[in-house]
């Protein structure tokens, strides 16, 4: 869980996170309280971030999705 904590306080402001939970089987709930942190954050921060089959995040509406993503990309 610190891992994950450290790494995401390291992502710069205006980068692109990618958190891919489709081989997870079950995410800790700690684990689910830092991403939805870092969500929060990410508005801020001028990060675009997109999550992948993570069932337990509250996700707004507004969420970018893994297709706006990528569209995003080309």
Not at 52 to 68: C, G, Q
Request: a negative charge; glycine letters at 2%; charged letters at 25%.
């Amino acid at each position: 869980k610190a891992s994950i904590q450290q790494t995401l306080n390291k992502v710069p402001d205006g980068s692109s996170v990618v958190i891919d939970g489709t081989n997870s089987v079950n995410i800790h709930p700690d684990v689910i309280e830092i991403i939805e942190n870092f969500r929060t954050h990410a508005s801020y921060s001028d990060i675009n971030l997109v999550l992948t089959n993570i069932k337990d995040v509250d996700r707004p509406s507004s969420m970018t999705t893994l297709a706006d993503a990528l569209d995003k990309v080309k």
